[in-house]
């Protein structure tokens, strides 16, 4: 695979503050502004495009499906305790090995703000993803050899642990980040924890994501082994360090 | 191919173009959003209305359990969720994982699920993650609790969570 092109603008802080609950977008000039350069150095023209939400604005379920019964239906029913009426909930699944699912519920205000960004952008939006799917759907096609792995999806204000041995996710957490002083032990901490309820001795730590290369330097640092989920190879035409990109593995998938 | 997920409010016929733009919408790298609000730690009147809340659920779940003993001797059979009503009754269940909550863990609600296996279903909110880890931990271990499946887990300073398991009273599976 080769992408094709590559573009990105940096925001203002707090421009954009990712959120389940309330509108994301601060500042709609400056996100739209940023949203069309990029669109214009790609020279995307009328390509339809996927907008990929950011970690932290859906609720993440992991589901064992019974069996005839309509996933994302399934899905809406087990999604009995989101802090705002089920109506305004867009929920969604990704389909993982075992006859379980991943579930993600966003709120429709949510959605939406991202969508405007999109339309007052001048685009035309195909799909909206959310960056832990996006991820986890590549990451899971490198399933190991039978040991468990653990992959760690970092997002700006929040992560995802998940477990999963032979393509079959067992364990799936997401947290909001803390990222003060300590962060790497605690997340090294985190993923202990998280094999732990996977119920295996840790095998093989992945990260991907937003502060990815550095994360992984602190463990090296301890002696704690861990790679990056994916690296970008010479010419693939990702002019950043791919393991920060988690979005790359909806490409992957 | 990317997969057909979509959140989309208003979600298009899918096509099969050979080109696909993804466009990602993050915070700036350098803008690290601090999130400070606080969850208010419940104070003493929430923490006796939620006692007060989950002593109401485990009376309605004896009166419901009461009366699928009923109905199952009435038709004289005892099927398994009979039998588990029997053998787990909600106290003997509530007692089970009080034993494992840790000082600063409080089960907020609770479903059991009578079946051919019994499932327990709870939400819990945790003064700190790492509490809530602990009881984790201690679920995880525990012989009287299986297959346990993490579900909707949101934290800011504090941690509300819900947790499915499957009890068999400690005598393996």
Known sequence: MRIRGFSRASLSPGALQPSALEPNVASLPEVRDAVARVAAELGLGRTAVTVVAPQGVARLLLLELPADVDAVEFARYRFADLPYPAAEAVVDVLPVRGGRAVAAAMRRIVVEDYEAVVAAAGLEQDRLDITSLAALAGLLKDAGGGELVLDVILGDVAYAMAAHRGGVLSVLRHRRRDRRDGEPERLHAEAERTAALAGAPMGRLRVVGTGARSLLRAWTAEGWAATAGWEAAEGAGVPRDAAELPWLGALLA | MIPARDFSTRRRPRGRAGDVAALVVACALLSAAVYTALLAWADARHARASVDAARKEIADANARATALQAAAAAEGAVGARAVWSVEAPPPRIVQALAELLPRDVRLETLNLRYGAQ???????????????????????????????????????????????????????S
Not at chain 2, 138 to 161: H, K, M
């Open chain 2, 118 to 172: 019994l499932e327990v279903e709870m939400t819990l909110t945790a003064r700190t993650a790492a509490e809530y880890d602990l009881f984790l931990q201690a679920l995880e271990s525990s012989p009287a609790f299986d297959r346990i499946i993490l579900g909707n887990e949101s934290r800011t300073d504090a941690v509300r969570a819900s947790v499915r398991a499957r009890y068999h009273g400690g005598e393996g």
